[in-house]
Each structure stands twice: as structure tokens, then as C-alpha cells.
């Protein structure tokens, strides 16, 4: 069973950056879509953005266009989430999860679409 570490976490002032990372143990993520996920105090899990296996597309929610990047590293197996001009409303728990994309795929955006997934990172915001 495939299993999913978040890291990178942490406490950053407003206007911020912060790059959380994904990492996988037990399969590696290649040939996986990887998408990250955020869930602040009393909402619902969120869709934030997600890569393509091959790292040829990304797609973000409206919320976080302009600021948060997605890339990955196959040699390291590794995707991070990079976070740039960070706002108090961007604390949460930040999950990445993965789900094998066949090729053409769309990148998937709903939590049901996935197959695996992280304990989840803190990241606090303060102004």
C-alpha cells in the first residue's frame, strides 16, 4: 500500500513562502497525478492544484492562481507545492494525494479521484 509524506510545513508571516513537499513510500510516484488538497478549522477539504504524471500540465483553483506552483522532481521522486504570497487565509492542513493518470487524462479535481494519500502538513499563516 502506497503511502504519501507531506513536509515543509510551518509558521510564515503574511506575504510569505513556504514549499511543502510529497514524497512517496512504497511506489513511487511516476506515472501518478499528484494533487494538493487544504483543509482549514470547520471547512471542507479544498482543491488547491494538481500536476500531470509528466509534469506537462498543471491547474490550480481560482483562490491560488498567481501565487502557489506545483512541479516535481522525478529523479527525487518528490512534488512540492510552492507557496508565494501567502495570506492568513491560506492556513490549513495541506494534503497531497495521487492517483495513476492514464495518458490524455484530465488532471482530476475532486478528492474522490483519488487513490492515496497523506497524513497532511500544517501551515500557518500570521499576520
Known amino acids: 500500500q502506497a503511502q504519501l509524506l507531506e513536509s515543509g510545513g510551518g509558521l510564515v508571516q503574511t506575504g510569505g513562502s513556504l514549499r511543502l513537499s510529497c514524497a512517496a513510500s512504497g511506489r513511487t510516484l511516476s506515472n501518478y497525478a499528484v494533487g494538493w488538497f487544504r483543509q482549514a478549522p470547520e471547512k471542507e477539504r479544498e482543491f488547491v492544484g494538481a500536476?500531470?504524471?509528466?509534469?506537462?500540465?498543471?491547474y490550480f483553483s481560482d483562490f491560488v492562481k498567481g501565487r502557489f506552483t506545483i512541479s516535481r522532481d522525478d529523479a527525487r521522486d518528490m512534488v512540492y507545492l510552492q507557496m508565494n504570497s501567502l495570506k492568513s487565509e491560506d492556513t490549513a492542513v495541506y494534503y497531497c494525494a495521487a492517483v495513476p493518470q492514464p495518458t490524455g487524462a484530465p488532471l482530476p479535481q475532486h478528492e474522490r479521484d483519488y487513490d492515496y494519500w497523506g497524513q497532511g502538513t500544517q501551515v500557518t499563516v500570521s499576520s
Open positions: 500536476i500531470s504524471w509528466n509534469a506537462d500540465s498543471t
